[in-house]
């Protein structure tokens, strides 16, 4: 039986033991997955101690992507370019680092959407969270993303890292109300505190879809907020992201893609 795990401190509310399980039955796989707390400062000897005891692979979340994307011997292009990890493999003497949470971005995106290409995405927010999406969004269709962020030499800075992936542009938030797009993703730590980006609420009347990759029990101030500006707007938040990347994650080690969509439901009715 394989043994997997995720890191993370805190970690005891984590929802992937959950998810990862579902997977399991889904596909006749037998496995176990727990949560580990990790203690800042000591991630590669916990990272030795779960090879030793034989674990197959381990999700990672705050706050060790950082120290998983040092420790790995092997990178993935997705994990290199995002420069943190969430899913480390073990095996044939080495440790293998990658990161699926863009790809669970775009997959909840296109179970929502009917197309991504040649869509105008504006990305809010400038963090390790925007920075791990934008390839994949490049090469699921998207033909252009704006990125506008409280600080703008963030948001410089990873338009210089990825435009040769795709059209970018930037800005500071009191310059959206020029910004046209289709789908907004909001990708900053605010509705964490119920808060919102300071930017015009000009981009939502554009807008057909506004993201929050954050969730909690009910919509985030940044939905309504969306959608009490454009009664049309569709607004969702990112416990998909969760299910999917961890789907991508299932993939990575095993090899089969186990179905996103059951798993999301049973995990609405429990959060
Ligand atoms: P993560 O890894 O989750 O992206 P991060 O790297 O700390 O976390 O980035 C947090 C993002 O939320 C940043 O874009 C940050 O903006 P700054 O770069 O200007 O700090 C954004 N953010 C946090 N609090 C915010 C607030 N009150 N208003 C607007 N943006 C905020």
């Known amino acids: 039986m394989k043994r997997f795990a995720v890191i993370g401190n805190p970690i005891s509310h984590s929802k992937s033991p959950m998810i990862h399980s579902a997977f399991a ?17 000591h991630f590669s000897e916990l990272i030795a101690r779960l090879i030793e005891e034989g674990y197959s692979g381990t999700n990672v979340t705050l706050p060790f992507k950082g120290d998983a994307f040092a420790i790995a011997d092997e990178l993935s292009q997705r994990a290199e370019l995002a420069k943190a990890v969430n899913t ?7 440790i293998t680092g990658d990161n699926t949470d863009g790809q669970g971005l775009v997959q909840d995106l296109l179970r929502q959407l009917p197309t991504l290409n040649n869509q105008h995405l504006l990305l809010i927010g400038a963090g390790g969270a925007a920075k791990g999406v934008i390839k994949p969004l490049f090469d699921a269709g998207i033909v252009q993303i704006t990125i506008c962020n409280r600080t703008i030499e963030k948001a410089v800075a990873i338009k210089e890292q990825f435009e040769k992936f795709g059209v970018i542009n930037c800005c500071g938030f009191e310059q959206t109300y020029n910004v046209s797009a289709d789908i907004i993703v909001n990708s900053t730590s605010t509705s964490v505190s119920g808060e919102l980006p300071a930017v015009s609420d000009h981009i939502y009347k554009n807008a057909s879809f506004a993201y929050d990759m954050f969730y909690a029990k009910s919509d985030t101030r940044f939905m309504t907020h969306a959608k009490g500006l454009n009664s049309d707007i569709i607004v969702s938040d990112g416990l998909g992201m969760l299910v999917g990347q961890a789907a991508e994650s299932y993939r990575v080690w095993s090899g089969e893609q186990p179905e996103m969509e059951p798993v999301l439901d049973s995990l609405r009715q429990l959060i």
């Open 88 to 94: 480390l493999t073990f095996g044939q003497g080495k």
């Open 25 to 41: 039955k889904q596909l006749g796989h037998e496995i176990t997955y727990e949560t580990v707390e990790g203690q800042p400062g």
